[in-house]
């Protein structure tokens, strides 16, 4: 069963980098799939952050794509998401996922960790 | 970016009721749509791909249907562990983009 399991800080400083991990169990994430991270702030939708492939290919959203960088350690079976200069806006909780690959570059997610709430104050 | 707009935004239904959720792109997404339901304090579940396709270990009274802009997930009868949050995702294109969510909630 695929498992994964968001951890880092809760709070975090404006102006300061937001940083993530997410680690998987039951699936090696060097064989395949996307790998992907999704925010939710309090009481809105859903926003893909972005994605990377195999260690090789990243994908971003491009309304944060000056801001975030996610990168993958095969050694420890999790990937991560960097997101600087955060401000009160990129107040959400935070989920990672698998994306399920349709074509070589359409995918869904179909499986997420349980998502943990980041805040953005001084 | 294709916007995905949910009708309605809230839905007050019964245990047993039929209930249709509508989800229109701004553009096409060809049947590169998927539905999630997202339960209070939980993560989204995937419930339907590529327009039409159920996932495994979906019950059965869940559907979905359409192409290019307008989709539509069905659930045929109303369960109460049904009453929760339904958004639709396109995948087509980059970036993928998520609807604003249909609140089931009970009548």
């Known amino acids: 069963q695929v498992q994964l399991q968001e951890s880092g800080p809760g709070l975090v400083k404006p102006s300061e980098t937001l940083s993530l991990t997410c680690t998987v169990s039951?699936?090696?994430?060097?064989?395949?799939?996307?790998w992907g991270w999704i925010r939710q702030p309090p009481g809105k939708g859903l926003e893909w952050i972005g994605s990377?492939?195999?260690?090789?290919?990243?994908y971003y959203n491009p309304s944060l794509k000056s801001r975030v960088t996610i990168s993958v350690d095969t050694s420890k079976n999790h990937f991560s998401l960097n997101l600087s200069s955060v401000t009160a806006a990129d107040t959400a909780v935070y989920y990672c996922?698998?994306?399920?690959?349709?074509?070589?570059?359409?995918?869904?997610?179909?499986?997420w960790g349980q998502g943990t709430l980041v805040t953005v104050s001084p | 970016d294709i916007q995905m707009t949910q009708s309605p935004s809230t839905l007050s239904a019964s245990v047993g009721d039929r209930v249709t959720i509508t989800c229109r792109a701004s553009?096409?997404?060809?049947?590169?749509l998927a539905w999630y339901q997202q339960k209070p304090g939980k993560a989204p579940k995937l419930l339907i791909y590529?327009?039409?396709s159920l996932e495994s270990g979906v019950p059965s009274r869940f559907s979905g249907s359409g192409s290019g802009t307008e989709f539509t997930l069905t659930i045929s009868s109303l369960q109460p562990d049904d009453f929760a949050i339904y958004y639709c995702?396109?995948?087509?294109?980059?970036?993928?983009?998520f609807g604003q969510g249909t609140k089931v909630e009970i009548k």
């Open positions: 996922a698998r994306g399920r690959v349709t074509t070589v570059t359409l995918y869904y997610f179909d499986y």
């Open positions: 039951g699936y090696s994430i060097s064989s395949g799939y996307f």
């Open positions: 990377i492939y195999r260690s090789e290919s990243t």
């Open positions: 553009q096409s997404t060809s049947s590169w």
């Open positions: 590529r327009a039409s």
């Open positions: 995702q396109q995948y087509n294109n980059y970036p993928q983009t």
